[in-house]
């Protein structure tokens, strides 16, 4: 999201999305969301108030990236290992 105010660009940077923007953003769909959270490679929080049975899933989308990152690194290592 960008915001103009007069000469000077402000970008925000969101740092929670749902499922919708996950997907968008990086392209993760809904099962391995489900199993990276499950596994606790990345973040997550359910918006559920008061006694509510069910809420609104939100991804940390920082951690998503970090655990991207770490995965890449890990494949690059072990494609040069084995050459």
């Given amino acids: 999201m960008c915001y103009r105010l007069g000469m000077a660009k402000l970008t ?25 959270r499950k596994a606790n490679a990345i973040r997550s929080l359910s918006l559920k108030i008061g006694g509510a049975k069910y809420g609104k899933r939100l991804y ?14 890990e494949q690059l290592e072990g494609e040069r290992a084995a050459k």
């Fill in 12 to 36: 925000i940077t969101q740092e929670w999305g749902d499922e919708k923007r996950v997907c968008a953003e990086v392209g993760i769909t809904r099962t391995p969301l489900y199993n990276l």
């Fill in 60 to 73: 940390h989308l920082p951690s998503i990236r970090e655990f991207l990152a770490k995965l890449e690194r």
